[in-house]
C-alpha cells in the first residue's frame, strides 16, 4: 500500500514523467504465488493522469517505450510477461495512446485482445470459425486511455464482444470496457484469473487448471452465443 501511496502521491499527482516497466505481467509459474503478476492493471487503473499499456509482442513493447520516453505529461505504465520474445505476425501500426489496432475487422462478435493474450486470442478465432462463428480481432494496446470510439462501435455491430487479460477479472481491463458500454444492448463478457490466488506450478498447467486456454474459452464462447 505504501508503494502504491509513492505511484500516486509523488509520481501520478505532480504528473511526473516516470515510465514503470511492469515485468512479469500475468502467470509466472514456478518463481511462486507472490511473484504471480494478476493485479497491476486493477490498482492503477483508477490512478489519474497515468496512462496504462499492454503489447502484444515485442515489437510493440518497443514502439511503446520509445513513446513513453519522450512523453512528458505524466507517468506510464507498461505490462508485459517474462520473456517477451514472440513477434507479431502482421505489420506493427505506430503507436498513439488510446488507439487500439483492428486485426480482424469482419464478424458479429469481437474478440478484444489486452497485451499478451493476443497469441491465444487468434487460437479461438480459429476455433470459432471451425464452428461458422465469424469474430473480429481487436489489439487493445492502450488500456488508458481506452479507444472508446472504436469499443461503441464495436458495440453497435456486434451482438457480443469479449475481453482476455492475463489479470485479475475484477476491475481489469474488461471491467473497464464492460463500464463504458454499460448503456449498449451488446453483451460484453471479461475472461482473465478468478477471484483468488493463483499458486505455484507451470504456466501452461496453471492456465488449464483456471479455464484460461483457447479451448475452454472457445466453448465457454460458443455456449454463449449458441446457447
Known amino acids: 500500500q505504501r508503494a502504491l501511496d509513492q505511484v500516486i502521491h509523488d509520481v501520478a499527482l505532480p ?9 512479469r505481467a500475468g502467470i509466472v509459474g514456478e518463481d511462486g504465488a507472490t511473484h504471480q503478476g494478476a ?7 483508477s490512478v489519474p493522469n497515468l496512462v496504462m499499456l499492454a503489447p502484444s509482442s515485442a515489437e510493440e ?13 505524466g507517468p506510464v505504465s507498461i505490462r508485459y510477461p517474462r520473456g517477451m520474445v514472440h513477434s507479431a505476425n502482421e ?27 493476443l497469441t491465444m486470442v487468434r487460437e479461438i ?6 464452428d461458422k462463428v465469424k469474430a473480429r480481432i481487436i489489439d487493445l494496446r492502450s488500456i488508458k486511455p481506452m479507444d472508446e470510439e472504436l469499443l461503441h462501435t464495436l458495440a453497435e455491430e456486434c451482438t457480443h464482444i469479449f475481453s482476455f ?29 478468478p ?5 505455484h506450478g507451470k504456466i501452461e498447467l496453471l492456465n488449464q487448471e483456471i479455464g484460461f486456454t483457447a479451448e475452454a474459452l472457445s466453448k465457454r464462447i460458443l455456449k454463449q452465443i449458441k446457447p
Open 15 to 23: 504528473r511526473l514523467p516516470v515510465v514503470f516497466c511492469i515485468d
Open 39 to 45: 493485479f497491476d492493471i486493477a490498482y492503477l487503473l
Open 61 to 73: 513493447l518497443r514502439s511503446m517505450m520509445n513513446w513513453a520516453a519522450m512523453y512528458k505529461q
Open 91 to 117: 505489420a506493427i501500426m505506430p503507436f498513439k495512446p488510446g488507439k487500439a489496432h483492428v486485426l480482424e475487422p469482419e464478424g458479429d462478435i469481437a474478440l478484444i485482445s489486452v497485451g499478451d493474450t
Open 125 to 130: 478465432h480459429e476455433i470459432l470459425a471451425e
Open 165 to 193: 487479460e492475463t489479470g485479475a477479472v475484477i476491475g481489469g481491463a474488461g471491467s473497464r470496457i464492460t463500464q463504458l458500454l454499460s448503456d449498449k444492448t451488446c453483451r460484453v463478457t471479461n475472461f482473465g484469473y
Open 195 to 199: 477471484d483468488r490466488f493463483i499458486p
